[in-house]
């Protein structure tokens, strides 16, 4: 099973900055087969990326993913009041389980 | 416009059967490609990954759970209904059903989830 490890735990930041969230694989994702996502309290996630780079439908271009192989990362280029809110990984590469993430919080500093 | 819904119980007892429906518009899951998994969310927790139809009834299942989860499909009815056995209090999450593409799309639509509570 691939672990996948987020971090920071949290991250506090203010509208207009920069955020960047990491996501380690304990092993390699196969075909970069990882998405990230957005979850508000009381909602279900929201697609933001899948295959490690390309953004959903819909999905300001504010938000971007990168990485390969162990290492992803997700960038908010500036935060705008609605992204405060919690981001998961998630790989769904070849073989079972597509584990997720346990989280990144961005909150509001 | 592709949507999803999560219906069921809300509240099981130990050793009970859960099910749960996924009563989906949108897309058909006889078309090449669909798949619909679920995935649950104990509440203040993160997601984990439960299971997945795909059109050709090809069925992925999370190896820890795989003994105690059906899932089937419906296609007549746009529907995809999971049961999990022998229900514990751990089990005790926010179930979501989603679509997803094969291959290199994730999740990409989501129901709003249904509550479900494990307790005697």
């Known amino acids: 099973e691939i672990v996948l490890t987020q971090s920071p735990g949290t991250l506090s930041l203010s509208p207009g900055e920069r955020a960047t969230l990491s996501c380690r694989a304990s092993q390699s994702v196969s075909s970069n087969y990882l998405a990230w996502y957005q979850q508000k309290p009381g909602q279900a996630p929201r697609l933001l990326i899948y295959g490690a780079s390309s953004r959903a439908t819909g999905i300001p271009d504010r938000f971007s993913g990168s990485g390969s192989g162990t290492d992803f990362t997700l960038t908010i280029s500036r935060l705008e009041p609605e992204d405060f809110a919690v981001y998961y990984c998630?790989?769904?590469?070849?073989?079972?389980?597509?584990?997720f993430g346990q989280g990144t919080k961005v909150e509001i500093k | 416009q592709i949507t999803l819904k999560e219906s069921g119980p809300t509240l099981v007892k130990p050793t009970q059967t859960l099910t749960l429906t996924c009563s989906f518009s949108?897309?058909?899951?006889?078309?090449?490609?669909?798949?619909v998994g679920w995935i649950r969310q104990p509440p203040g927790k993160a997601l984990e990954w439960l299971v997945l139809?795909?059109?050709?009834?090809?069925?992925r299942y999370s190896p820890s759970l795989k003994s105690r989860l059906t899932i089937t499909k419906d296609t007549s009815k746009n529907q995809v209904v999971l049961t999990m056995t022998n229900m514990d209090p751990v089990d005790t999450a926010t179930y979501y059903c989603?679509?997803?593409?094969?291959?290199?799309?994730?999740?990409?639509?989501w129901g709003q989830g249904t509550l479900v509570t494990v307790s005697s």
């Open positions: 989603a679509h997803k593409l094969l291959g290199v799309r994730a999740f990409d639509y």
């Open positions: 998630q790989q769904y590469g070849s073989s079972p389980p597509w584990t």
């Open positions: 949108g897309f058909s899951l006889s078309t090449s490609g669909v798949g």
């Open positions: 139809i795909y059109w050709d009834d090809d069925k």
